[in-house]
């Protein structure tokens, strides 16, 4: 313990930390809420003298808002849909990857390679690649320009209009969901593969020993095994989802839909949405929302993982 | 089963280039192990017992040479193929499952006409939990037990698809010096009532004296003796096996053999027949040693500890390779303290010597 004598000292060492910290974090969350629970805030408004109502206009309003329910929608949809694929689609690669010795660590690298990469960068490769069946020189002849297209014509199937103008909502989010999974995986297969090293291989030994076939030993020993690693690529799956955002911008630009489609607006894109329009209170009442959502999310993950997570 | 290894050799490539100093984990080890028998294999930290296990078990390749299970050949048969029960060094229990699960897991893998249904396989866990008496224990996971207990279910689930061998690597390793005692026990009587044809692999001879039925002492890869444990600790072949056996260890002195007498120094203290003139190592047991008046070997006497039933003669010679020279002797022998030096004499079965260059042991006969 410190003396007390000293303990100025140790405030004086921290008060870097501190002050950062109140100002960058401790503030804006204060004032979130600050300006969550006044009605119609809004930035320019208060810069000329306006003053604002204590309530929650902002949140009725929110929830009222059309636009709203459709984030709400599409960000859980994407949640949903990717956080499973992905996560098992990371394990698998993983063991794989932890079972063949030649070549791993360039097979590594590979892997962990759209994690270094710019997620924007990756949108407009993938958008690409998906993209749109079109008419050459002005002539009749159907021609596939993206790659995915070529391949489903090699393979003697129909080319789908993925994200051009004319594209279903479903091939839209199709889309999305490849892009995620693909971007998700780097991550998670990182972090699976450092669990899955750091297994004891006398466990692999004695289920040999005990005469256990492949699926099993995955199902009834590596997972098991795994399972804090597991949980905690799900968990941090979930919130990176419900923060969806960036990925959306790449792949459809900023008007977040397909030319004329539906929008794919997520609930990040609703309060940038909303602070671009000086609507600053109704921004921080969806940003808290986003936050409940997460934290429910978060709760019920936890009650599940602590029933299956073994020690 | 019998279990019998062909000239079985284990050579690990060198792992630095430089050196290109592969290692020669088992070197050419035949033996025949007989059906229902208890072998220890013995030796020091890294001289291959686990690794002639683990080629035993299937779970590493032999570079060269044959392992048979009774007629048949299972060098070439993957591990779950064999029908062998493994104890790890650890243990390796299922962290995740509880003690039913674990010893029930080998039964679940059970495929095709040897598939159990739920109650036979819960049967048969139950029996083997009441062979390692852990019955109780059954719901509990394994980091709820202790070092004794998880060993037990260690053992349970190497018995319970009642396997043709059984090994164990260093079993009692982890165990405090009480358990020890007891498990190595149990171990031995969970053997005699399964008859289940077990090899046991320790560093520590006593354990191995005191359970097995045969013990095979190895060095650097290389077989050194084999034999009953009490026909090995009477007639060791060589110097490293004579050292390595026996507690307290056997007491190592320099010295020559001329003209039909054995000299330590100075003193003769045996006269042998049929032995040419050679420098030698002597060994002799502790208790091989008898203080007497007439005693032939001098010694430097430095202290008594008293033991209870027996007492231990502390004395030195400077012919002697051992810091000091040890006689186990009665407690009701009194020893003049008084007196700066000490006479023993030497029986002859407690007294073997070696010779110089290749430490093989040089017989003799006692004149
Ligand atoms: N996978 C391996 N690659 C290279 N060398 C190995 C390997 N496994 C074991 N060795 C070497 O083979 C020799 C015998 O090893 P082994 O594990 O059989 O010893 P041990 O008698 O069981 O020792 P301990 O009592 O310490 O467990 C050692 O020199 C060890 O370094
Ligand atoms: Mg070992």
Redesign the interface.
């Known amino acids: 313990m410190v003396e007390s004598r000293h303990q100025w000292k140790a405030w004086l060492y921290l008060s870097p930390a501190i002050i950062l910290l109140l100002i960058f974090t401790v503030w804006p969350i204060f004032n979130t809420l600050r300006m969550a629970f006044l009605d119609g805030y809004g930035n320019m408004a208060a810069i000329g003298g306006r003053t604002f109502e204590f309530g929650i206009d902002n949140f009725v309003k929110v929830i009222d808002y059309k636009d709203f329910l459709l984030c709400l929608k599409n960000t859980a949809i994407l949640c949903v849909a990717t956080v499973p694929i992905s996560t098992i689609l990371a394990l698998l690669i993983a063991v794989a990857l932890n079972s063949i010795k030649p070549l791993q660590k360039t097979l590594q690298t590979i892997f962990f390679l759209p994690y270094v990469t710019n997620s924007i960068a990756i949108g407009m490769v993938f958008a690409a690649m998906f993209n749109i069946v079109g008419l050459r020189d002005g002539g009749t002849n159907a021609q596939t320009w993206g790659i995915i297209n070529n391949a489903i014509e090699f393979f003697g199937g129909e080319p789908i209009n993925w994200i051009n103008a004319g594209s279903t909502y479903t091939a839209n989010i199709f889309v999305m969901i490849v892009y995620i999974v693909w971007n998700a995986l780097p991550f998670k297969i990182l972090i699976l593969l450092g669990g899955l090293q750091s297994i004891?291989k006398?466990?692999y030994?004695?289920a040999?020993?005990?005469?256990?076939?492949k699926f099993?030993v995955l199902t009834?020993?590596t997972v098991?095994?795994l399972?804090p690693m597991l949980a905690y690529v799900i968990i941090t799956g979930f919130i990176g989802g419900f923060k969806e955002y960036s990925s959306i911008i790449g792949i459809f630009g900023d008007k977040m839909s397909a030319p004329g489609g539906e929008s794919l607006n997520t609930m990040v894109g609703f309060v940038y949405d909303a602070l671009a329009r000086d609507r600053q209170g109704r921004a921080c009442a969806a940003a808290l929302i986003l936050f409940v959502i997460i934290l429910i999310v978060t709760l019920i993950n936890n009650k599940f993982i602590k029933k299956h997570v073994?020690? | 089963m019998k279990v019998v290894l062909e000239n079985l050799t284990k050579i690990f490539p060198s792992r630095d280039k430089k050196s290109g100093q592969e290692v020669i984990a088992v070197n050419d080890f035949t033996f025949e192990i007989p059906d229902g028998q208890l072998v220890g294999l013995l030796g020091p930290s890294g001289c291959g017992k686990s690794t002639t296990l683990y080629m035993i078990s299937g779970l590493q390749k032999p570079s060269s040479g044959k392992i048979y299970f009774g007629e048949d050949d299972v060098t070439e048969l993957s591990t779950e193929n064999r029908g062998i029960g493994l104890v790890f060094q650890n243990y390796a229990l299922y962290p995740h499952m509880t003690v039913k699960q674990n010893i029930m897991f080998p039964l679940q893998n059970l495929k095709g006409k040897d598939k159990l249904t739920k109650d036979e396989m819960l049967e048969r866990t139950e029996n083997a939990a009441r062979l390692v008496q852990i019955d109780e224990l059954l719901e509990r996971k394994p980091s709820e037990l202790s070092g004794g207990q998880q060993q037990r279910v260690a053992i349970a689930r190497a018995l319970v698809k009642m396997p043709r061998v059984l090994l164990l690597d260093e079993p009692l390793s982890n165990l405090d010096a009480r358990l020890r005692l007891q498990t190595r026990e149990e171990i031995r009587r969970i053997q005699k009532e399964t008859g289940i044809t077990t090899i046991f692999v320790t560093h520590d001879q006593e354990e191995a004296m005191s359970i097995s039925d045969i013990i095979v002492v190895m060095k650097l890869g290389v077989v050194q003796q084999i034999g009953e444990p009490q026909s090995v600790y009477d007639d060791p072949k060589n110097l490293f096996v004579a050292k390595f056996l026996g507690t307290p260890p056997i007491n190592v002195l320099e010295g020559k053999v001329e003209n039909g007498k054995v000299y330590i120094g100075d003193d003769d203290v045996l006269d042998v027949a049929g032995v040419e003139d050679q420098d030698v190592y002597i060994g002799i047991r502790p208790e091989g040693l008898e203080p007497s008046d007439d005693g032939r070997l001098n010694c430097t006497i430095n202290n008594i500890e008293v033991m209870g039933r027996d007492a231990s003669v502390v004395a030195s010679n400077s012919a002697s390779l051992n810091p000091v020279v040890r006689a186990i002797i009665n407690s009701d022998v009194r020893i003049d303290t008084t007196k700066q030096t000490i006479k023993f004499n030497v029986k002859p079965h407690k007294f073997f010597l070696f010779n110089k260059e290749t430490e093989e042991r040089v017989y003799f006969e006692v004149n």
């Open positions: 004891n006398q466990y030994d004695a040999k020993v005990d005469g256990t076939r099993r009834r020993i098991p095994l399972s073994h020690y």
